[in-house]
Nanobody, 126 residues
Framework: QVHLVESGGGLVQAGGSLRLSCAAS????????MGWFRQAPGKEREFVAA???????DYADSLKDRFTISRDDAKRTVYLQMNTLKPEDTAVYYC????????????????????WGQGTQVTVSS
C-alpha cells in the first residue's frame, strides 16, 4: 500500500507561482509512474502532468509551457511547479501513483493509477 499526501496549494494572484509537493509513504518503488490531475468545480478530473520512473515527462498540451513535473526518489516526493497561473487553473490538484511500471501515454489515463492523494486546493484570483 502507498499513501500519498499533497501540499503546497493555496490562494495566489494571477501571474503568480506555486509548487505542489506529493509525499509518498509505504511500499513505494522508483519504478512507479507518478502523475498530477486536477478537478475544477463542476468539471471532470483531468490530466495535468506525469513522470515515469526514467523521468520522462508528459504534460497536457495547454499546460506544458507553464507547468513542470519532477521527482526526487530519495525523498519519495513528486513536485509540480506551476508558473504564470491563471484563474482557470483553479481546481483541486491530485497526486497519483501507479502500482507498477507504466509508461508512455498510459500515464495520461486515470485508470492507470492505483494510488491517489486527498487533493490540495489551488485558487487563482484575477
Amino acid at each position: 500500500q502507498v499513501h500519498l499526501v499533497e501540499s503546497g496549494g493555496g490562494l495566489v494572484q494571477a501571474g503568480g507561482s506555486l509548487r505542489l509537493s506529493c509525499a509518498a509513504s509505504g511500499r513505494t518503488s522508483s519504478s512507479q509512474g507518478m502523475g498530477w490531475f486536477r478537478q475544477a468545480p463542476g468539471k471532470e478530473r483531468e490530466f495535468v502532468a506525469a513522470i515515469s520512473y526514467s523521468r520522462s515527462q508528459d504534460y497536457a498540451d495547454s499546460l506544458k509551457d507553464r507547468f513542470t513535473i519532477s521527482r526526487d526518489d530519495a525523498k519519495r516526493t513528486v513536485y509540480l511547479q506551476m508558473n504564470t497561473l491563471k484563474p482557470e487553473d483553479t481546481a483541486v490538484y491530485y497526486c497519483a501513483g501507479t502500482e507498477t511500471y507504466v509508461g508512455g501515454t498510459y500515464l495520461r489515463r486515470m485508470e492507470s493509477y492505483t494510488y491517489w492523494g486527498q487533493g490540495t486546493q489551488v485558487t487563482v484570483s484575477s
